[in-house]
DNA sequence: TCTGGGGTCCTAGGACCC
DNA sequence: TCTGGGGTCCTAGGACCC
């Protein structure tokens, strides 16, 4: 029994979801009707498009091109800032909708899934047909498009969809494999921006090519990385859905900042910042980090990052950021600095971490869970740490701005010199969801 | 074009142990 | 002792994906 698998990418999802989203809360214009992006936060200036509208395509705007080039290409663009949560929604939604066809879903990203249809030609006809009934249903129901790739493996799916967009059903089966074999090296999934002037240098121009070529001769240039290419280029991959998204092997995260950060007192109030979503994010999953990791981008977009093994995980807060911070202290090269990021890394359970004395000893631990409850209830502001109430802007990341009056002050009784106050303000807000990526984005399918 | 933010996997060298 | 080899852990760095 010959295998078939679907591969369904959203067409310019962000943009799609953002346009349709609004629409359904009565605003009339339709952003896929005017030039208009999905992209960064349009007051630091560091954004980039994340998504556009269909009619960007006379202006030449690509997707990851700086918010300044693409307004550049075209003056009266429309940006308008991401909202993953309810690309979330949307996109669980569709993952919902595509369980009726197969009982084997993979979610492979935000924007794309994969749909197992072997053994299922009897419930919904040939898989051209059923492809097309899942591309046509997409859009009676959610009201936006999507291409449908048809394989007998989740590769060549994935490549099908790639051969004709928007909105098409294209079949990459065995016998059309030159199909793809005409397409350019860099269209190959897995040759990158490393791999592919190394292919080249090699004489390799097409996936055709990558194909014919003896694959011994790979070897001393990509080591274990050469069998895959070339199965690849062959349309040869044997991985399964994956229906249930693994656990998450790490989390973190990272921001740049709209001006060069040169004072360290700076950079640890980012830190901070960032150590209190990965921490609220370990904690609402129940995991413990057993080694945290901070990464550094320079103004010259240089990048390097360092980590460091716990002697017991945790998913305290105020223990993460005294390891990014002295993490930082380590490394940091007195340069400036323009991204900051932070990472939990092999996470466990945190039910079965293994508490030291030393944790025992702390509140830390209990307090953070206090302070994520009151947050839930009342809003992020309510409770803040003293350090931020100096207020200092940090543009795109969401620093709180202080609003107490009468405040109250919990005192940590740590023994860390990097324990901070918390302070309540009183002030209400809504509470919104981290984003929180499901997904799996792995090196291979 | 001067480049976001979320991930996973692989490799290689050094430390350390037997 | 001037000298082996294998295994594992830790860390840094690179590559890829969306």
Redesign the pocket.
Known sequence: MQSVFFHI?VNS?YLAWEALERLAAGETLDLRTIPSIIG??EE?????V?SKSLPCKPYGI?T???L??AR?KCPGLVVIP?SFDVYERYSDAMIEYLHQFSDRVQQ?????AFVDYTHMERHFGPPLAAADKIREGIYKEFGYTVCVGVGPNKLLA?MATELRKPNFTNSLMHHELDKMWRLPIED?????????P?LRQLGIQTIGDLARFDVRYLVPTF???SHTLWEYANGIDHSKIEPHH???????????IPYDITRYDDANRVLLH?CE??GK?LRRTGMAAG?V?IGI?NS??E???????LTCPTDSTTELYYHASA?FR??WKNEPV??L?V?A??LVDANYAQLSLEEYRRPSKGMSKSIDAIRLRHGDEAVMRASFLRGVDFG??ECPVPVATRSTRYDTTESTSHSDGFVSSGKKSDFTL????P??????L
Request: glycine share 10%; net charge positive.
């Open positions: 990418d999802a960064g936060d630091s200036r560091r954004g980039i994340l690509q990851g091109e700086t300044m080039s550049k991401a492979y990203s935000i924007d794309e994935k190959l999934f897995m040759a990158g921006r490393a791999t592919v190394k080591k274990s990385q693994a656990p998450a092997k790490s989390v973190g995260n990272s921001t740049t960032l979503s990965t994010r080694v990791s981008r010259a977009f990048y390097y990052a360092h980590q460091r093994k993490l380590d490394v323009r991204q990021g990472r890394e092999k795109d990341i981290n984003r929180f990526s997904f799996r984005a792995t090196g291979g």
